[in-house]
């Protein structure tokens, strides 16, 4: 019931919206907010469209609104929901095996797609500044909300895609200790652990199925997730054609998440360079089409990106581009240091606010309140 109920909020959070301006408002009260790509406030409702030039200046750049607020509860914002969520799933998935069930899975499942679909963008980004679940369940849910991204793109019925995030949510679930002692070790891996790691789809695909699952897209997406695409993979060496499409996606997500996001045998890697290597060394494993559909959709700035801007300010991309271009950020440190009171939209397109480097986050920074950047 709990899980249910969690599942029906996320349904119910605020939505940002594009809209097309009306110039019969012109003369007119606005009747909403009017947001940013980047969520931040453009025109409050009420403001006076004085005139025609106003209403040009205005709607001469992309506008959204919110679409519905059922909810202004704190614990109902996707950031937040974001952590619960993630730590019912690691205790589920740390859990007894017997406890768990394709309902409850499904559910957990639909739960991130739901905030997935309420806020894509601060799914993509927020969990890069703040993790939300330990190690390998935060690199799983990572995966998802990529796997679901392009899914979207490629046209996948919302039937294929609930069983892709199924997929990703559950396809480390039969070695997570290991996956978490890797972590802690830095990599190290015996010769029995690499036997355990390429045994693990095989056996993600096993404990699912004595769970309950019966969902094939789900199970050949578990099992398959590392086949590559010229038969080097494991645990069947499956290639081309032979691996499922859902699987195909899945495993671009793993990789490219793997490099942006970091693992236990590397640190995180900036976009650019993680489609570098997916186009690189990559290239013979990966469904290219694929990686080229994420590259064209997310960019080499994808929201949870921080950089530094030529006046010296901390920024973050928040909101993704249309066709992967970035044309704001959203700074939250002045030139010295110091936490901006509220979070400031800047124009990259502009000398002052162009970016000049990518940085990361850094300890010895003053807190920074991660929601507040996506508007939460």
Known sequence: MILRAIHVACIELALLRPIQLDPALIG??????LFSESGVLLAGAGMLLADEAHFQKLASRPLYQIAEVETNSESDRPPQRLHELGKYTASLLAGPRQGLSEEELRLLARAFLALFRADPDACLGYPRLAPIAPPCLAHSLNVLFI??????????SEAQTESLAA????????????????????????????????AHPAQAATL?????????????????HHENMDGSGYPAKLAGAQISLAARILHVADVYCAKVNGRYYHPPKASNFAFRELFGEERAHLDTQI?????????????GTLVRLANRENACITRLGRHGKIHFATSFMDARGR???????????TRAYAVQSLIDVDPAWPNINWPLLWGY
Not at 339 to 349: G, I, K, S, T
């Open 28 to 33: 007119r009260p606005l009747p909403r907010d």
């Open 147 to 156: 796997a679901v991204l392009l899914a979207d793109q490629l046209d996948l």
């Open 167 to 198: 997929a990703a949510l559950t396809m480390n679930s039969a070695d997570i200790p290991l996956h978490e002692r890797l972590h802690k070790n830095l990599g190290f891996a015996s010769n029995e652990d690499w036997v355990s790691l390429r």
């Open 208 to 224: 699912l199925e004595q769970a309950g699952v019966t969902d094939q897209d789900w199970l050949y997406s578990v099992r398959q």
């Open 291 to 303: 990686a080229t559909v994420l590259l064209g959709r997310i960019g080499l700035y994808p929201p």
């Open 339 to 349: 936490a901006l009171d509220a979070p400031r939209e800047r124009n990259l397109e």
